[in-house]
């Protein structure tokens, strides 16, 4: 990637082609055209940040506040570095201090405006691209990962925005901040400039509750957004489910979708679309494999999975019967395929593109692969098999354990290595437990990012939980034997001590991950990594051991 094309010290951002600031101000979200300074048509912005330890010459710098400090208190560094403007709110504007003629531009809700004040310097890059959304609890990695494979399928030249990273087709796309889920708007708005003009046709993103919450989708309308499910998770955030299903609400309005489709095999899928119906403002169809009753029923179903063979999955839709192979395990992986596929499918209702063809499309899933999602590891010869997956709250660890049910039917056992994040939701440990316990044959409870919290703390609430579960019928009848692994390397390691060669070991919580977090350190830890190599570290040690023994009998 090319210096112009990043931005000044690796932003993820176009070439600048400077905006003067009077052009931003009238009718964007609120900022007044009487900024403070008579000369804004000299004043020329070529990027947007609210990050001033990243400032590029000609930025306008965004002073939110903090849960401690004040951006504003960072407004005089960011003008130092190059910033030609500040926006912040009233008392950011008092605490600013920035040399005379700076324009501080006062609103009271900065973060809500700094999203179009961007989609306008970066040329309104999002409508140059046909836009896939996915929310939803889990699912939308994976998801993303399936809309991407397609359109590439497709011909198209792709985007993807999420967990995992941000790519342009097979290209990853690094800059400063990485590591969230959806980018703040004004990250958005310059990672979007930055596909279109690298030849972009499209872009597929997860777009969390966080985000919408917290407006960083603003100044973005996508041509579908799709919805996964809803389970529970990120409630220190949120608070309630029924908050958390708000935030995932707003992805579906005409602010900020075409079009929609809807996974409703849970209440919340089923909320969703009735409260679409009921306000007509956007289309939208359901997707269901309808294999479990949902409360309150379905709505009438559009795209129905019909019937699944092995790694073999038919589709009926409006207009066609689809049938297509997917190489991702689990039911949960057929209701994301379909999904997808149906998002694409509406994406073509009002479109003259022919490529857009799900059928077609489907083709790709039959080798796919998204890292840290039901990822296999390898482990060689007489090893068991071995999964790494970022399953970290309850319904995703329920969906990956009983995506083995046929394997423990057939008398393979199922030994998950299970931890719980530090400084997140506590209320969600203890029911993690309790599903690993039923649907696992041995769970060994371990850390996952400890953060700030003790590690043996969370442990025990996790085990705890476990020892709470009650068995279901159609289990196995028992519940898991619960072993305390301690930390994450000594648990993966115990786990391939007691698993034999028919046996799986299912790694959860981290997945595509590559550090751990404890105490404000992250230290290396790649799931998949550590995995293999202690199963080198106990082949070499049973290695040995035969050495000797076979040494000992020529002596003998």
């Given at each position: 990637?090319?210096?112009?094309?990043?931005?000044?010290?690796?932003?993820?951002?176009?070439?600048?082609?400077?905006?003067?600031?009077?052009?931003?101000?009238?009718?964007?979200?609120?900022?007044?055209?009487?900024?403070?300074?008579?000369?804004?048509?000299?004043?020329?912005?070529?990027?947007?940040?609210?990050?001033?330890?990243?400032?590029?010459?000609?930025?306008?710098?965004?002073?939110?506040?903090?849960?401690?400090?004040?951006?504003?208190?960072?407004?005089?560094?960011?003008?130092?570095?190059?910033?030609?403007?500040?926006?912040?709110?009233?008392?950011?504007?008092?605490?600013?201090?920035?040399?005379?003629?700076?324009?501080?531009?006062?609103?009271?809700?900065?973060?809500?405006?700094?999203?179009?004040?961007?989609a306008e310097v970066y040329g309104r890059p999002a409508e140059a691209l046909r836009g896939f959304a996915v929310t939803g609890t889990n699912?939308?990695?994976?998801?993303?990962?399936?809309?991407?494979?397609?359109?590439?399928?497709?011909?198209?030249?792709?985007?993807?925005?999420?967990?995992?990273?941000?790519?342009?087709?097979?290209?990853?796309?690094?800059?400063?901040?990485?590591?969230?889920?959806?980018?703040?708007?004004?990250?958005?708005?310059?990672?979007?400039?930055?596909?279109?003009?690298?030849?972009?046709d499209a872009v597929a993103m997860e777009v969390s509750s966080h985000a919408l919450a917290l407006h960083r989708a603003d100044g973005v309308?996508?041509?579908?957004?799709?919805?996964?499910?809803?389970?529970?998770?990120?409630?220190?955030?949120?608070?309630?489910?029924?908050?958390?299903?708000?935030?995932?609400?707003?992805?579906?309005?005409?602010?900020?979708?075409?079009?929609?489709?809807?996974?409703?095999?849970?209440?919340?899928?089923?909320?969703?679309?009735?409260?679409?119906?009921?306000?007509?403002?956007?289309?939208?169809?359901?997707?269901?494999?309808?294999?479990?009753?949902?409360?309150?029923?379905?709505?009438?179903?559009?795209?129905?999975?019909?019937?699944?063979?092995?790694?073999?999955?038919?589709?009926?839709?409006?207009?066609?019967?689809?049938?297509?192979?997917?190489?991702?395990?689990?039911?949960?992986?057929?209701?994301?395929?379909?999904?997808?596929?149906?998002?694409?499918?509406?994406?073509?209702?009002?479109?003259?593109?022919?490529?857009?063809?799900?059928?077609?499309?489907?083709?790709?899933?039959?080798?796919?692969?998204?890292?840290?999602?039901?990822?296999?590891?390898?482990?060689?010869?007489?090893?068991?098999?071995?999964?790494?997956?970022?399953?970290?709250?309850?319904?995703?660890?329920?969906?990956?354990?009983?995506?083995?049910?046929?394997?423990?039917?057939?008398?393979?056992?199922?030994?998950?290595?299970?931890?719980?994040?530090?400084?997140?939701?506590?209320?969600?440990?203890?029911?993690?437990?309790?599903?690993?316990?039923?649907?696992?044959?041995?769970?060994?409870?371990?850390?996952?990012?400890?953060?700030?919290?003790?590690?043996?703390?969370?442990?025990?609430?996790?085990?705890?939980?476990?020892?709470?579960?009650?068995?279901?019928?159609?289990?196995?009848?028992?519940?898991?034997?619960?072993?305390?692994?301690?930390?994450?390397?000594?648990?993966?390691?115990?786990?391939?001590?007691?698993?034999?060669?028919?046996?799986?070991?299912?790694?959860?919580?981290?997945?595509?991950?590559?550090?751990?977090?404890?105490?404000?350190?992250?230290?290396?830890?790649?799931?998949?990594?550590?995995?293999?190599?202690?199963?080198?570290?106990?082949?070499?040690?049973?290695?040995?051991?035969?050495?000797?023994?076979?040494?000992?009998?020529?002596?003998?």
């Open positions: 990637m090319s210096d112009q094309s990043r931005g000044a010290r690796g932003l993820l951002r176009p070439a600048p082609h400077p905006v003067p600031l009077a052009r931003l101000l009238p009718g964007q979200s609120g900022v007044p055209a009487d900024a403070g300074a008579p000369d804004l048509d000299q004043v020329q912005v070529s990027g947007v940040t609210l990050d001033s330890r990243i400032v590029a010459p000609g930025d306008l710098y965004v002073a939110l506040p903090g849960a401690r400090v004040h951006g504003a208190d960072f407004a005089a560094g960011a003008v130092a570095a190059g910033a030609v403007a500040v926006l912040t709110d009233p008392t950011g504007a008092e605490r600013a201090t920035v040399p005379p003629g700076v324009p501080v531009l006062v609103v009271d809700d900065p973060r809500q405006a700094m999203a179009a004040l961007a699912g939308k990695t994976t998801t993303t990962h399936f809309l991407a494979a397609a359109l590439h399928r497709l011909g198209l030249s792709v985007g993807t925005i999420g967990t995992i990273g941000f790519r342009l087709d097979d290209q990853p796309l690094v800059g400063p901040r990485t590591t969230v889920t959806t980018p703040e708007s004004v990250d958005l708005q310059g990672l979007l400039g930055l596909m279109v003009e690298r030849g972009a309308r996508f041509d579908v957004a799709g919805f996964t499910n809803l389970g529970r998770d990120h409630l220190e955030f949120h608070h309630t489910m029924a908050n958390y299903f708000e935030a995932k609400a707003q992805l579906f309005t005409p602010e900020h979708c075409a079009r929609a489709a809807i996974v409703v095999d849970d209440e919340w899928g089923v909320r969703l679309a009735r409260r679409l119906a009921e306000r007509g403002d956007v289309p939208f169809r359901t997707v269901s494999w309808d294999n479990h009753p949902v409360p309150g029923g379905r709505p009438p179903v559009d795209y129905r999975v019909t019937n699944v063979d092995g790694s073999w999955i038919e589709v009926r839709t409006p207009t066609a019967e689809w049938r297509f192979e997917c190489a991702l395990p689990g039911d949960f992986n057929v209701r994301n395929a379909v999904l997808a596929l149906a998002m694409i499918d509406l994406a073509n209702l009002d479109s003259s593109d022919a490529r857009l063809d799900a059928a077609t499309a489907a083709e790709a899933f039959a080798e796919l692969a998204v890292p840290g999602r039901m990822q296999p590891v390898r482990l060689g010869a007489g090893a068991p098999r071995a999964f790494v997956d970022f399953a970290h709250t309850p319904q995703a660890v329920d969906a990956v354990l009983s995506a083995f049910a046929t394997e423990r039917r057939a008398g393979a056992r199922v030994i998950a290595v299970l931890g719980a994040g530090g400084d997140r939701d506590p209320s969600k440990r203890r029911p993690m437990g309790a599903i690993a316990a039923a649907t696992a044959d041995v769970l060994v409870v371990t850390d996952d990012n400890p953060r700030t919290e003790d590690p043996a703390a969370i442990r025990a609430e996790v085990i705890a939980g476990a020892g709470e579960t009650a068995v279901e019928p159609g289990t196995t009848g028992e519940r898991a034997e619960v072993v305390d692994g301690g930390d994450r390397r000594q648990a993966i390691t115990a786990a391939l001590r007691l698993a034999g060669p028919d046996d799986i070991v299912a790694v959860l919580g981290k997945g595509h991950e590559q550090g751990q977090e404890s105490n404000g350190t992250t230290v290396p830890f790649d799931d998949a990594t550590v995995l293999a190599e202690a199963w080198a570290g106990l082949a070499a040690g049973a290695t040995g051991q035969q050495e000797q023994m076979t040494s000992g009998e020529e002596r003998r």
